[in-house]
T-cell receptor, first 113, second 114 residues
Framework: DAGITQSPRYKITETGRQVTLMCHQT?????MFWYRQDLGHGLRLIYY???????DKGEVPDGYVVSRSKTENFPLTLESATRSQTSVYFC????????????FGPGTRLTVT | GENVEQHPSTLSVQEGDSAVIKCTYS??????FPWYKQELGKRPQLIID?????GEKKDQRIAVTLNKTAKHFSLHITETQPEDSAVYFC?????????????FGKGTLLTVNP
């Protein structure tokens, strides 16, 4: 489990501010994902990436930006945070040979005031 | 896109009883169905999965069944223990090609009462 980490673990920010959530994995997994978890909605995919410099939108991408310049990192940026983006954010990764077996990071609890 | 419905949203059982969680999916092309367990305050973790060429899979006290005709799959936990208390998520995906996204159900909160 130490192979995928997220930082910060907790973040409080104000409406309108830009905030970046970091995700780092040491397994050299090809695929990486960002989910948000909200009560009553389960896990919803925000963005995903098949490899460095390859990203694509998921179910709820509006208001978020991702990049993947290195295989091991997949930061998620909220360009102008809104209260509706208050959530728990999980990063996940999976191996090229078994892309559907996803390993989740510990999560970041983000509060937008 | 794929839609996954999960029932019930909450389930309470006595220790030693069995628990069953059911999911339905909409896309008949889906062929990979994992189940994740999330303990309170922890990350989701894969506990078992099944592919469409298999009707049932068991791992100790956990089993998953799949009915492709009806487009539903279920998680069965036997001899439940307090440590089985968690939120369980089902998911569906189309395995193969470039599609490796998972669509999750909304989760089932399982409480095992000692």
């Amino acid at each position: 489990d130490a192979g995928i980490t997220q930082s910060p673990r907790y973040k409080i920010t104000e409406t309108g501010r830009q905030v970046t959530l970091m995700c780092h994995q040491t397994w050299s997994h090809s695929y990486m994902f960002w989910y948000r978890q909200d009560l009553g909605h389960g896990l919803r995919l925000i963005y995903y990436s098949a490899a460095a410099d390859i990203t694509d939108k998921g179910e709820v991408p509006d208001g978020y930006v991702v990049s993947r310049s290195k295989t091991e990192n997949f930061p998620l940026t909220l360009e102008s945070a809104t209260r509706s983006q208050t959530s728990v954010y999980f990063c996940a990764s999976s191996d090229w040979g078994r892309p559907y077996e996803q390993y989740f990071g510990p999560g970041t609890r983000l509060t937008v005031t | 896109g794929e839609n996954v419905e999960q029932h019930p949203s909450t389930l309470s059982v006595q220790e030693g009883d069995s628990a069953v969680i059911k999911c339905t999916y909409s896309d008949s092309a889906s062929n990979y169905f994992p189940w994740y367990k999330q303990e309170l305050g922890k990350r989701p973790q894969l506990i078992i999965d099944i592919r469409s060429n298999v009707g049932e899979k068991k791992d100790q006290r956990i089993a998953v069944t799949l009915n492709k005709t009806a487009k539903h799959f279920s998680l069965h936990i036997t001899e439940t223990q307090p440590e089985d208390s968690a939120v369980y998520f089902c998911a569906a995906s189309i395995s193969g090609g470039s599609n490796y996204k998972l669509t999750f159900g909304k989760g089932t909160l399982l409480t095992v009462n000692p």
